[in-house]
């Protein structure tokens, strides 16, 4: 299971959109191995529905903070190889001996097939973290479907139509989801963060360096507490539309032509290799 | 069966099909090496090592949804149950001792002795093994809440000790960032994010604010019997009050705030004194040396170093100190701290210290 997490209109929910238009482009234009099929109603509808959405020029709605959310369970077949390449070591030698059996298990198949276990819920819960501590199924919904995440995707909105500080929200979160995955413990989260700053299209230096990018936009204070409490992290840069392909003031914006999605794979890629010990 | 247990099927296996094989090549040699040493030795070897793996078989803890591995018999102390757990562990050595030596009187009376050693020497080598790999540290697991601290602060007005209580979960500079950590409760990230931004950190408030946090301390030994968290409350005491006053568990600790270039100063000799004599009151001593450990920390330093700042202390505060307190240490810690030269932008908590202070009261209470 994959959390996501972030702000309303940070771009979870196009995210997961882009994702299908993105394995559909490598299907075509890589490989035909390329695949991702719903496995659950949640996940079919969202791809009928938003993916129609977002492939006509349109953002797919906000996710509703009154509706219990649904686990999205998607089938991806990748070809085997296609795993990005990363700078950061195996973990310990117990993981470097999973890889190695691994790649033993794997040689000679061309593909492989990963269930990709997505819970988007309402960005409401991020904004207003008291919501998420609440008594109500939506809210115990969501909590148990955090607790059990073997990953995060963080989300960073660097657009924010707020002119509130990153500080006290970035820091609230982070000890909530530290109390929710370690209990009373607290401490740094035990599941693999994958950082991505949304919206990178209109930040080319984010794409450069995603991590000076987020210290730089949240201010020392906010970015430490993210980096103290998300210990295993990679940072990302994504656009789901595509860089120069998005037209819109304030908090309206609409994508100007077919969406050409920049980097959605890689953090789906690096947690999913984080959370099967590969790194 | 858990899942957690389904791969224990296969080191059990591994273990015994590696030792079958031991114990068939090396059985002559195995079977001299125990007969010419100590054959009393062997015997106990023979009887501790498999009462050994039985003892320390994993115990499964959850925290949140994921499971972690600890040994048996040092998770069963931490966590309660030791009496049923060491009973339950007994049953299983006595069955397995006489399935075992039953086993090795039938063959040896049948005229088997060689089979005879191989199973012994099986035994010897399979037990090793399994002991190994269930001492073989896992990332450790949280075990149950310690009996809560509380530690007071008390400080001359606007000497930080607000701030102190409410950025100390922002420390990430401190040394024992690596072994330490410090996660605040829900009321005092509110404290914190209400610090952050304010030119001044601190309205000047004539409530006494309190800060709850969980500290936990990961030792080496943790991997082996889980981490113990402890709650900690932060308790002002405030300039013409003593705060909230809490049950006294006997837990408790104290820290002094004074600001650092003030530490030389007659006043600040003063007001110190005035300090010393309330906490004089709260531990209970009012004639004796203060048992409890107090902390004297040096806020708004320029220079913040991790570790005791007892050299910025003059020799009078020092003598103070001595003559009140039994155990006693000087920190510095600040919430603006300078990175690569740059102050922080205004109003940006960027503490470090207060880790250091809170290990060193949590570690002496």
New interface residues.
């Given amino acids: 299971m994959i959390g996501m997490w972030g702000s309303r209109r940070a771009g979870k929910t196009t995210f997961v959109s882009a994702l299908y238009h993105e394995i559909r482009r490598r299907k075509e234009e890589e490989s035909d191995i390329w695949k991702m099929v719903g496995q659950t109603d949640a996940a079919n509808e969202l791809l009928l529905r938003d993916w129609e959405r977002f492939r006509s020029s349109n953002f797919p709605e906000t996710t509703p903070s009154d509706v219990v959310a649904q686990p999205l369970i998607y089938e991806v077949t990748r070809p085997v190889g296609d795993e990005p390449k990363t700078t950061t070591p195996a973990r310990s030698w117990s993981g470097s001996l999973r890889k190695m059996s691994e790649w033993l298990i794997r040689a000679g198949a061309d593909r492989e097939t990963i269930t990709l276990n997505l819970f988007d819920p309402s960005g409401e819960f991020f904004s207003q973290p008291n919501r998420l501590i609440q008594d109500d199924p939506v809210a115990t919904q969501c909590r148990n479907m955090l607790r059990s995440s073997d990953g995060l995707l963080c989300f960073i909105d660097p657009t924010r139509s707020d002119d509130n500080e990153y500080f006290p929200l970035i820091f609230r979160n982070c000890v909530l989801l530290s109390k929710l995955l370690n209990e009373e413990a607290g401490g740094s989260l035990p599941v693999p963060v994958a950082i991505v700053v949304t919206k990178a299209d209109q930040f080319p230096e984010a794409f450069r360096d995603p991590r000076a990018f987020l210290r730089s936009t949240m201010g020392r204070a906010a970015f430490g507490a993210l980096m103290d409490y998300c210990e295993r992290r990679e940072f990302f840069a994504v656009s789901s539309v595509g860089t120069g392909n998005v037209e819109g003031k304030g908090t309206d914006f609409k994508p100007l032509d077919q969406p050409e999605p920049e980097g959605v794979w890689a953090p789906i890629a690096w947690l999913l290799d984080a959370m099967n010990g590969r790194l | 069966m858990k899942p957690e247990r389904r791969p224990w099927i296969a080191v059990y296996l591994v273990a015994g099909v590696v030792a079958a094989f031991v114990a068939a090549i090396w059985n002559a040699r195995l079977t001299q090496f125990f007969a010419t040493t100590s054959a009393t030795g062997a015997i106990v070897f023979f009887l501790l090592l498999p009462f050994l793996v039985i003892i320390t078989r994993p115990a499964f803890v959850r ?4 499971v972690h591995r600890g040994i048996g018999v040092l998770a069963a102390f931490r966590k309660g149950g030791a009496i049923g757990f060491f009973l339950r562990s007994l049953a299983a050595w006595i069955g397995a001792m006489l399935l075992v030596s039953g086993l090795l009187v039938v063959t040896w009376s049948a005229g088997g002795i060689a089979l005879a050693a191989a199973i012994s020497n099986w035994v010897y080598v399979a037990s090793s093994i399994v002991l190994l790999a269930h001492v073989v540290p896992d ?1 450790g697991f ?1 075990a149950a ?1 310690a009996p809560p601290m509380t530690v007071y602060v008390t400080g001359a007005p606007g000497s930080g000790k607000t701030t102190f209580i409410g950025v100390a ?2 420390d ?1 500079r401190s040394r024992e960032r690596g072994s330490w ?4 409760t ?1 009321e005092t ?2 404290l ?2 209400s610090l ?2 304010s030119s001044q950190h601190v309205a000047a408030s004539s409530d006494a604010v309190s800060g709850e946090y ?1 500290i ?1 301390p990961h030792r080496a030994w943790s991997q082996f019997i889980g ?1 113990r ?1 402890v ?1 900690l409350a932060l308790v002002e005491v405030g300039n013409r009050h003593e705060g909230r006053r809490r049950r006294d568990t006997g837990r408790t600790g104290f820290i002094i705030t004074l600001r650092a270039g003030e530490a030389t100063s007659r006043a600040s000799l003063d007001a110190i004194r005035q300090q010393l004599s309330m906490l004089h009151k709260l531990a209970g001593a009012p004639a004796s040396r203060i048992a409890r450990p107090v902390a004297l920390v040096l806020t708004c330093v320029d220079d913040w170093t991790t570790g005791s700042a007892k050299t910025l202390v003059s020799d009078e505060l020092a003598q103070l100190f001595d003559e009140h307190c039994r155990r006693w240490e000087a920190f510095s810690a600040t919430s603006q701290l300078r ?1 690569d030269g740059k102050a ?2 205004q109003g ?3 503490a470090a210290g207060q880790l250091s202070v809170l290990a060193w009261l949590v570690t002496k209470i």
């Fill in positions: 925290t949140g949804a994921r990332a949280i809440m979960g922002l990430t950590t410090l996660t605040p829900e990230t509110l914190t994010s952050h931004g969980t936990v981490s968290p709650p990175e922080p932008e940006e908590l960027v």
